[in-house]
């Protein structure tokens, strides 16, 4: 069964740090694949996605994701954190065989301090 | 655009009544809609995914007849917990697609129900 892992639970940080979320998913054919954040009390929003062509994917606030196949990874980047990137952030994959299904991630809390 | 909205934001019922949350694609008509349910400090899991017209796709463990989903129209879908209990105390998150396979989600802000 597919699979994805997000390798922090809760990742703590001083404003102005730089910022890498792990992302692992398990599946062997052609994927697509989302980061979401969910700021406190707020629905999910979309960051970034990734379809196909460049691996490197820029999204909204700042935020970026590398998509390496080889090693099954989509891991979410930022260079400078502010406290308002405090939030949860979902790595998430879909697969066309799926009927376009979501599997998330479990989750990784940020707490950027000020 | 893609706006998706969820009424109530929150309920609050009594045991063995039942509630039915409701999910709107506002500016766009939704192919699929999927159900989701988020347990505190979790991530959301999978409930069911409902096409318009046909009835839903529920996923291993979800008890059909207890979470009834009906997706009436391309910008309508419903999730009903009948004869709810505590423990189907939770946040429920929907989301609609645009097209059936591959295609980015837009979120609803949740619904947060409560069994007393």
Known sequence: AQSVSQHNHHVIL??????????????GGTVNLFWYVQYPGQHLQLLLKYFSGDPLVKGIKGFEAEFIKSKFSFNLRKPSVQWSDTAEYFCAVNTYNQGGKLIFGQGTELSVKP | GAVVSQHPSWVICKSGTSVKIECRSLDFQATTMFWYRQFPKQSLMLMATSNEGSKATYEQGVEKDKFLINHASLTLSTLTVTSAHPEDSSFYICSASVLAGGAEQFFGPGTRLTVL
């Open chain 1, 14 to 27: 001083s404003e102005a740090a730089s910022l890498e979320l792990g992302c692992n998913y398990s599946y």
